[in-house]
């Protein structure tokens, strides 16, 4: 080898090792920051020429990665980011809840609303039995009210989520596609781009989190993002990520203005969709099943009881519109009484042809009252301020409603003139008005037989008789088929209000007992593959001290043979000018 070709070698090695230690510091510096992949040098050999050695170059800093490892980590933290987000509302709604220890679920409210009507049974005339019934069927009815409300507001809250996180994709999907092509032209112009693919990487990690963005690496060193079944979100361009109508609970996630809901099962957008139209949804449709079908079921067996005196107006809760007709057959007997509960005048009311509401107050001939339509409702009224409207009618021939949408109705629990409860769903269930106000008005039977066998005079009530109270907890124990929606499917579930009542308990606490298992299991797995992940792309002090020591080395000696080489040099040219 000649001293010039000595002098070449030692100034590439200095030049080689001073870059590869400038990459090693850098891994060093990077430890700790997010996203960062540790940085290697790729030595090559120099040649001027067959057999003629020119040093030593770096060909590349190499940004060491796995990809089918970072692939499975990928998957796994979109899996972690769906469990921890279902798992946080989970837990949010867990709250809501209340619980049987402490007796405010909804089972055991329910429970003691039969309880209270059980214990009315036996003393059916004592007041304050006829409050604890009110009572606990009002804080029944609360509780449902709040629960409804509070799951519509978690829902409320999910798409509030979903709008932000598909903003936030938006950005970091913006942020890829142009560092793709600032990464493209560096890379075929063979800089070194691995700083930006750091900062890439760091927002294909938000996608993942978000959307569970799968990355495919292409030759000019730019990634393509898929999202859902195949759907690009990246590629050439960022493709826009929309929500259908802001606000909206059951609006739509759109790609390029096309609807992708369905498709995104992963990742935290995957998790918000699935509270918002999955978790809540089902809580709210089997509260709205459970609130009608008791609203009704309890409305018909409490709706021909006698009520005690004490009324002088009455308000039908069903509304009907000014054409709408109902027919009925039958006769039924409505009733004023004294302030002593007797009978003082009777009107047998005889169904017959369809007619309006209208035609049917018309017709109403009752000595002491009146009926006239309000708002749509039919409203009876006492004439006489010593008269009672006491609700006493009596089925003088049994008969039913018949309407083109309802049928097998008593006249009276058609036109909601006795109702116990009122609402049209699980929002607005309560207990009639009337009854909250003064509980003392709790029915506890139907009329006395002598005031269906006598009429005028007769005393309209029978104190001791617990016939509807007794009713009303057959109603609550007796089984019902409700059909609930869960995980998807629909089905029919067989229980008693006070077992379906339990179960929408029961249900939520099974999801939240899964959402917590899944978000353990989630981050055990992520942990390995992260672990895994760092150990090929990771910063490893021990290691990266281990090769500056190295190249240190490998750098002093590269500085010795340049000054050897160097007084070589000088004592040539000494010789020579002697």
């Not at 802001?246 to 992708?260: H, K």
Request: proline fraction near 2%.
């Amino acid at each position: 080898m000649t001293l010039i070709g000595a002098l070449s070698n030692a100034a590439s090695a200095l030049r080689t090792t001073h870059s590869a230690l400038g990459a090693l510091s850098n891994n060093v510096s990077n430890v700790n920051t997010p996203g960062y992949a540790r940085k290697a040098p790729l030595l090559a050999a120099r040649s001027f020429g067959p057999g003629t050695g020119g040093g030593v170059d770096i060909a590349a800093v190499t940004r060491l990665a796995d990809r089918y490892l970072q692939a499975e980590a990928d998957r796994s933290t979109a899996a972690l980011a769906y469990a921890q987000t279902f798992g946080k509302f989970a837990g949010s709604i867990d709250a809501i809840l209340g619980r049987p220890a402490d007796g405010q679920d909804l089972g055991s409210l329910l429970a003691k609303l039969r309880d209270a009507l059980l214990a009315a049974t036996s003393v059916p005339s004592d007041a304050s039995r006829k409050r604890d019934v009110v009572t606990a069927a009002d804080r029944f009815a609360r509780a449902v009210r709040d629960l409804s409300a509070r799951m519509a507001g978690v829902r409320g809250e999910a798409q509030q989520e979903i709008e932000r996180a598909v903003a936030g994709a938006n950005a970091a999907a913006q942020r890829v596609a142009e560092l793709n092509k600032t990464i493209a032209t560096g890379f075929g112009l063979g800089q070194d781009v691995g700083l930006l693919q750091d900062q890439r990487a760091r927002d294909v990690e938000t996608l993942v989190d978000l959307v569970g963005a799968r990355a495919i690496d292409c030759p000019d060193g730019s990634v393509e993002l898929l999202i859902g079944a195949g759907g690009i979100l990246v590629d050439a361009v960022a493709h826009e990520l929309g929500v259908s109508a802001e606000g909206v609970p059951d609006a739509a996630v759109l790609l390029d203005d096309q609807d992708i809901t369905a498709k995104l099962a992963t990742g935290r957008i995957g998790a918000l969709l699935a509270v918002r139209d999955g978790l809540t949804v089902d809580t709210l449709d089997y509260l709205d099943a459970l609130s009608l079908a008791l609203i009704g079921r309890l409305n018909a067996a409490y709706a021909d009881a006698a009520s005690a005196v004490g009324r002088t107006a009455i308000d039908g809760s069903a509304a009907f519109a000014s054409g709408d007709t109902f027919a009925f057959t039958g006769t039924i007997r409505f009733m004023t009484v004294d302030t002593a509960g007797r009978v003082v005048s009777t009107y047998d009311c005889t169904g017959g042809a369809a007619e309006t509401l209208a035609a049917f107050s018309s017709r109403f001939r009752l000595d002491n009252a009146e009926a006239r339509v309000v708002d749509g409702r039919l409203h009876l009224e006492t004439t006489d301020p010593n008269r009672r409207l006491a609700l006493a009618w009596a089925v003088v021939e049994p008969g039913t409603v018949a309407t083109a949408a309802d049928t097998d109705k008593s006249l009276v629990n058609f036109l909601g003139l006795n109702d116990f409860l009122i609402g049209t769903n699980a929002s607005n269930l309560s207990v009639r008005d009337y009854l909250a106000a003064q509980p003392e008005l709790l029915a506890t039977a139907p009329a006395s037989q002598a005031a269906i066998e006598v009429g005028i005079g007769a005393q309209a009530f029978a104190p001791g008789d617990p016939t509807t109270l007794k009713h009303l907890v057959a109603v609550l124990e007796a089984p019902v088929d409700l059909t609930i929606a869960r995980n998807g499917q629909s089905a029919a579930r067989r229980a008693s209000f006070v077992g379906h009542a339990a179960n929408i308990v029961g249900d939520l606490a099974m999801s939240i007992g899964d959402a917590a298992d899944k978000a353990n299991q989630a981050a055990a797995l992520n942990d390995v593959l992260r672990s895994r992940l760092s150990g090929v792309s990771g910063v490893n002090i021990d290691q990266e001290m281990a090769e500056l020591t190295q190249y240190q080395n490998a750098y002093n000696a590269a500085a010795r043979l340049l000054s050897v080489v160097n007084d070589m040099l000088h004592e040539l040219e000494q010789a020579v000018v002697r």
